[in-house]
């Protein structure tokens, strides 16, 4: 039998099959299956290796630690008690002192359930990986068109005449949905590429334009200046369905090419093509990711980009819009249930006392009205010892989160640290107990991907040893915690299906996303479903924004620098990005043999120029240091990056070097653009430099 | 006869072609090339006039129904005739025969696309007869100059 599943990487969602054979399981391709994400059942690399998340290496019992790093094997009964009685005692001496993750890599229903468990002990400390990546994009996108997510759906990628691709290697990180890009290329669309790096993105590209990281917003700016000074506008959308357009006008003024041109190293006649092209597009979409939203101003650039696709009128039609493009098969998800220390499930604030009531009685508990911490602000408040507890399940900060050796000397202060995941990750090490949990491949649940299109992923595989699905784990703990009341106002469920059920009810976006619906259309569902009978909303705005005034709020935004430019001491800038084939700090896809013998190792991308400045040769080892760390890794020289610039794919344990400065709105860490340098080292000292990293936790 | 061909011009060098490949022959019969602005994935073309067939002394190449040229393995005597014949360097010696492409003969049993071609995310990879492939380039780079001059029709 063919059970189809959601692939487990990033955000596009692609359908496959799961089939059992008599030697084994083997993956088959959806291509029977009309109008899902992945048309014809396409798969990238790492969806092609999905099954080697079945490698041994798997959590298989629950685990205590006896001293870091040492585990002995408990029964679920006691791990469950151990870690129910310590979430109590802490949260009665004040809640405040606990942290929860959720996690973009598990589906909607366990990510309900653990803001519901964070919420119910008392306190909106709860957040997940999409602060390290899109944060910036949901506050950004919320500030000028009412809501966070992406606005349209890959067709109309496909069908748009221009499409801008800011600080986002698309064909790399997203490949199956970089498919729309070449079919609109083919049509005869035009490609505007804008990355500090020649990326592979970058070889379709029509225009290219190669910025100096964090400069985003000038070239923005530059962009907007060039269409109002030449009229190109869209008079009569700016007019019916904008605010701010004259403030806008006062500010971009400044922002001549010329200017421009100084800050980015864009040449000006690029700037002014890029904007002409743009503007007089019938159809046009921009597309980001990390690129523009990693950084001290993250929220400013994701407002300057709105702002340019609102004052052209490029969105609310087919073939236009706004799409932020996630990385994790269900960041989208995560978020929109509240995974976040500031809404409930369904973006409904938690500063806001109606809704606030609603859930308090929904749930039957006493709410903070107090907005929680972020993931680095919990690290800077463990730090600290104002936080004692993390209740972390499927992530890894040890190796994501920015500043990395800073995070580890936060994990290793807390009192108490709960890890459930389905590998031991470097952040499991330094655990007390580590709760084994089943693969996206082994349980069954609904997941949101970027174009916010939920999916019913079915049960393909039995779960190794004793691990169990996330929903279930949750939900015994909660019910040890003592929340045992019936239906919503306690943990009492049986299966998947019944959680999805309550987040109907409480989540006016996904009222009608139903599990009966989800199983019967396997392309699923685009939120917002306002009813059962419904057929989703593929494209948003097509009438009025979600801003109270129902419009486009445009921001005018100054230009300023990264938070760390380069100097005398350390001067160059460093930039982070990823391998097609690796997927964030390693935890599934290193553990693929198909997928580690072609990505063997990270290089230090850096340009001729400075090769033979700083003495590096192509493939012997260097050294980049930061003023947070040292990192060895091999040098490749390349004019993919400008000259200034060097870039390290960050999966490996890169984050020991980047900046946890923070953007003040989103509280996103500046991970593309810090000041490093770099000298050459023997094989020998960075084999060494490697394994005292290796030993601290923060290299994978 | 239908074979794989490939437009370089798609190409993003993801290498799911060879994660494909190797998944289900235990090594990848399709090798991607990349370099500084492009990337060129080369598998076994099954030529009509296959100079590996031709060099061969044993008759261990034969094609099958479809015309893909297939190796017997054990007629197969590993002397690197084919290897040196091919004009593209498709054949290997692996321990003591010849491996190449062999277009995934049971999947095209059963109507399917061989593997390569099934996983591409961006269309570089078709499997089609060579007429099918021009006619639709033909056809797609007639339709971007009609396009041209559509737009700049006054009165449309």
Known sequence: ?700 | MSGILIDPGKCIACRACEVACEREHGRSFITVFEFETSAVPLNCRHCERAPCVEACPTGALFRDGDGAVLVDVKKCIGCNMCVLACPFGIPEIAGKIMVKCDLCPDRRAEGKLPLCVQTCPTGALTYEEPSEFSMSRRKAYAERLALRRAENAPGL
């Open chain 1, 1 to 700: 039998m063919k059970v189809p599943v959601v692939c487990p990487y990033c955000g596009v969602g692609c359908r496959l099959y799961i089939e059992r054979t008599p030697s084994g399981y083997r993956l088959e391709y959806a291509d029977d299956i009309p109008g899902i994400p992945n048309e014809n059942g396409r798969l990238c690399p790492k969806g092609n290796a999905v099954l080697d998340l079945l490698s041994k290496d798997r959590l298989r019992k629950p685990l205590k630690a006896k001293e870091e790093g040492k585990f002995v094997e408990v029964s679920w009964g006691e791990a469950i008690k151990e870690v129910a009685e310590r979430l109590r005692e802490i949260a009665k001496d004040d809640p405040r002192q606990l942290m929860f993750f959720g996690s973009a890599k598990t589906f909607n229903e366990p990510n309900y359930l653990i803001q519901k468990l964070a919420r119910m002990l008392g306190t909106n400390n709860i957040d997940h990986c999409a602060r390290l990546c899109h944060s910036s994009t949901v506050a950004g996108l919320k500030a000028v068109f009412g809501a966070g997510a992406m606005t349209n759906t890959y067709r109309d990628i496909e069908m748009a005449d221009v499409i801008m691709i800011w600080g986002h290697n698309y064909a790399e990180t997203h490949p199956v949905g970089f498919r729309y890009v070449i079919k609109a290329k083919e049509r005869g669309a035009k490609v505007i590429v804008v990355d500090p790096r020649f990326t592979r993105t970058a070889w379709f590209s029509d225009l290219f334009l190669q910025l100096y990281p964090g400069t985003d917003i000038a070239l923005a700016n530059g962009i907007m200046h060039v269409i109002i000074k030449h009229g190109l506008y869209d008079r009569e959308f700016v007019e019916k369905r904008t605010v701010g357009f004259s403030e806008l006008k006062r500010t971009v003024e400044k922002y001549t090419p010329e200017r421009v041109e100084e800050i980015t190293g864009v040449p000006a006649e690029l700037i002014e093509e890029a904007a002409v092209t743009f503007a007089r597009a019938e159809n046009a979409v921009i597309t980001w990711a990390m690129g523009l939203t990693q950084s001290v101003h993250g929220y400013d650039n994701v407002r300057a980009v709105a702002t340019l696709i609102a004052i052209t009128g490029h969105i609310g039609r087919p073939g236009n819009g706004a799409s932020p493009m996630r990385g994790q098969n269900n960041v989208q998800g995560a978020c929109d249930l509240g995974v976040l220390p500031n809404v409930f499930p369904g973006y409904q604030a938690v500063t806001d006392p109606e809704k606030r009531r609603f859930f308090e009685e929904f749930w039957g508990a006493e709410l903070s009205g107090e907005v929680g911490l972020t993931t680095i602000e919990a690290t800077h408040e463990a730090e600290k010892g104002r936080v004692k507890a993390y209740y972390i399940m499927g992530e890894n900060p040890a190796i994501s989160e920015a500043n990395s050796k800073r995070a580890i000397r936060a994990l290793r202060k807390l009192e108490f640290l709960v890890v459930q995941d389905i590998f031991p990750t470097e952040t499991a090490r330094l655990a007390d107990i580590v709760l084994p949990a089943t693969s996206m491949l082994e349980n069954e649940g609904s997941l949101t991907n970027t174009e916010r299109r939920v999916q019913w992923s079915f049960k393909a595989l039995n779960p190794p040893g004793e691990a169990r699905p996330d929903w279930w784990i949750v939900s015994e703990i909660g019910k040890a915690i003592g929340f045992t009341g019936s239906g919503a106002r306690g943990f009492n469920y049986r299966s998947p299906e019944e959680i999805l059920r309550e987040i109907n009810a409480c989540t006016p976006q996904y009222r009608g996303i139903t599990p009966e619906r989800l199983k019967e259309n396997l392309a699923g569902i685009h939120w917002p479903c306002p009813s059962e009978d419904h057929p989703g909303t593929p494209l948003l705005y097509t009438e009025r924004f979600l801003t109270p005034d129902g419009k486009a709020h445009l921001a005018s935004v100054e230009h300023s620098g990264p938070a760390e430019i380069p100097d005398k001491d350390y001067p160059l800038i460093l930039t982070t990005m990823r391998y097609v084939g690796h997927f964030h700090t390693l935890t599934m896809t290193g553990r693929s043999e198909l997928l580690r013998k072609r990505w063997r190792e990270p290089f230090l991308e850096v340009h001729p120029d400075d090769a033979e400045r700083f003495k590096l040769k192509d493939g012997e080892w260097a050294v980049v240091e930061t003023r947070r760390g040292r990192y060895p890794v091999r040098a490749k020289v390349t004019k993919a990056v400008k000259r200034g610039v060097v870039a390290i794919p960050w999966h490996w344990g890169a984050n020991v070097l980047t900046n946890d400065a923070i953007d003040p709105v989103s509280k996103i860490p500046d991970t593309k653009a810090c000041a490093c340098r770099v000298r050459p080292v023997s094989e020998a000292e960075a084999r060494k430099l490697l394994d005292e990293l290796r030993e601290m936790g923060v290299v994978a």
